[in-house]
């Protein structure tokens, strides 16, 4: 079981960017997936990007070429950088760690874009 805490989350402008980050209560450097998803009010959460053990990374079609999912595993931690926001970005976002059959999720962060 790994602790996830998220952070970097907060208001922006259409067209704007935030890093998003979640730092893990131990080494990501075993963990199978590590993953971020989001919640919009009123819909199901939702997948938006990964990051295997070797580095590959992929992306839900509403975020790729905009979003990239980054790790640095001497802090134990993975980003996600998210540019060009829009509107229908706005969600509390989640990050995940998969390590054998479970998976372990924090707490989210609140990212909201707005004019």
């Known amino acids: 079981q790994v602790q996830l805490v998220e952070s970097g989350g907060g208001l922006v402008q259409p067209g704007g960017s935030l890093r998003l980050s979640c730092a893990a209560s131990?080494?990501?450097?075993?963990?199978?997936?590590m993953r971020w998803y989001r919640q919009a009010p009123g819909k199901q959460r939702e997948w938006v990007a990964a990051?295997?053990?070797?580095?590959?990374?992929t992306y839900a079609n509403s975020v790729k070429g905009r979003f990239t999912i980054s790790r640095d595993t001497a802090k134990n931690t993975v980003y996600l950088q998210m540019n060009t926001l829009k509107l229908e970005d706005t969600a509390v976002y989640y990050c995940?760690?998969?390590?054998?059959?479970?998976?372990?999720w924090g707490q989210g962060t609140q990212v909201t874009v707005s004019s």
């Open positions: 131990k080494s990501i450097f075993n963990i199978n997936f």
């Open positions: 990051i295997g053990g070797g580095g590959s990374t």
């Open positions: 995940a760690a998969d390590i054998g059959v479970s998976r372990d």
